[in-house]
């Protein structure tokens, strides 16, 4: 049985076989990366602005369409119900990545959306996706290096959180064990800088 999807790049008709449930299929005209829903149940998703408001939830189709409307910019998060972690919008939308700041109709670039359900939305000006520039190789090192010589926390301050870096340096972090942690969320990617960019490799 053949799925119909709408193309969130240049919104063509797209038909793929029902063996594509689950995976990503890429638009034959634009080659737009899109995701086919695993089952024929609308799967929800939520939206995070750049300002911190969260919307949904909404449809994958919604969203896709938010997205081609250019209200979602690449500094927005989502998340699919059902998952435990949000990402930015830019690793579901790739295109997004060379297209952030564009503008609407009106000529303004925008940022996070309408409200659920709704039409209106924000006109606050989006700012163009960057890596942080900070290395998740240095940071893990740096958090490493605190166990031996215990002197914890310096990857907090070079992530910009100097507030849990000196709570680090004045527990020891957390007698080693809060330091283990952060580690970890730094070698798998889980923890971004001080103002929510996620690490360069």
Not at 27 to 40: G, L
Not at 68 to 93: L, M, P, T, Y
Not at 125 to 134: I, L, Q, V, Y
Request: charged share 20%.
């Amino acid at each position: 049985m053949a799925i119909e999807l709408a193309c969130s790049q240049c919104a063509s008709a797209l038909r793929v076989g029902d063996d594509s449930r689950g995976k990503r299929v890429r638009c034959p005209k634009c080659e737009e990366i899109m995701y086919v829903p695993a089952s024929e149940t609308a799967e929800s998703w939520r939206l995070r602005g750049e300002d911190g408001d969260e919307y949904g939830p909404i449809s994958r189709p919604q969203l896709e369409q938010w997205v081609q409307e250019g209200r979602v910019s690449a500094k927005c998060q989502v998340i699919r119900d059902g998952d435990n972690q949000w990402q930015w919008a830019v690793n579901v939308f790739p295109h997004l990545g060379s297209t952030a700041g564009r503008g609407n109709a009106n000529g303004r670039a925008v940022g996070a959306t309408a409200v659920a359900g709704g039409t209106a939305y924000s006109q606050h000006r989006a700012t163009s996706f960057a890596p942080a520039g900070k290395s998740k190789i240095a940071a893990g090192m740096l958090a490493l290096m605190g166990l031996p010589l215990g002197i914890h926390g310096i990857h907090r301050f070079y992530l910009g959180y100097p507030g849990t870096g000196i709570l680090m340096l004045l527990t020891f972090g957390g007698c080693g064990i809060w330091t283990i942690i952060d580690a970890i969320l730094v070698f798998a990617g889980s923890m971004p800088d001080g103002d929510g960019r996620p690490l360069t490799d």
